[in-house]
């Protein structure tokens, strides 16, 4: 018998979910989005079976529901729809911060099963026209199951994750989740858009090194996404960007002492931090 998976929001994860999870066990995708410009190309790109604006028609038919909106969009989709789920049902969400996302699950009824869930890819790119089934391929699947998770729920995330592409399951707690994108993911972004603020930057075009352009990648970011991303993850990220600034003027001290040795002694240091990370190894979350 087949079943109904409603994947609320079409834009880049959204969409890119809707097309790698074509064939998935026997599943029928369907895409929800308020946008009708996202709906027409979706529904002409074969992004998803079918598509609706009408998310009050799909939930209660919907065994699997993925919210792929932005952080704020989840927790009010959450709080709008909390009775609408059908009973049984598996809720699951893509969002980069876990926390504020887990709390504002707790208002589900008890018969639907939240599980927090963060596929670690993206580009810097935006919209359901930048989406692509390879989106997931070789990424991390991040996983918080709740104490009354269903067992059945984790192991079909787990098939779900192989399917698109995934490397691995990587089950964590909330806040863990949130520490670790503060300082890999938030933290290098927030570097990228503070190194664009220089007043020299446009005096440096044309003469921009690799360096220089991996770093600032980023900076040409999603502005509303973002911002919500570094808001409703503030406690980690200030803690992640209070290590910076130490770090920094730690540098900064070294240097303006001019005392060569002492900087080299330092720089020596981070650098064989940074090839002891580069060591082939276990991946592990904390």
Known sequence: MKQTMAIIGLGLI??????ALKGFEDFEIVGVDVSQPTLRYAAEHGVGDRVTERAEQVLPQADVVVLALHPQGILDFLA?????????????DVCGVKTAVMEAAEALPETVDFIGCHPMAGTEFSGVEHAFAEMFRDSH?????????????VALLERLAR???CKDVCPTTAQAHDALIAYTSQMMHVIAVAVCDDPELFDCRGYEGSSFRGCTRVAALDVGLWTQLFSLNRPALLTALDRLLGNLQAYRDVLASGDAASLAEKLSRSAARKRQMDLPGPDLLE
Do not use: C, M, Q, T
């Open 14 to 19: 959204g969409g890119s979910l809707a097309l």
């Open 80 to 92: 709008r729809y909390r009775d609408s789920f059908k009973s049984g049902a598996l809720v699951w």
């Open 141 to 153: 699947f991040l996983i918080v199951p709740r104490e009354n998770s269903r067992p059945e729920h």
């Open 163 to 165: 399917h698109i592409g």
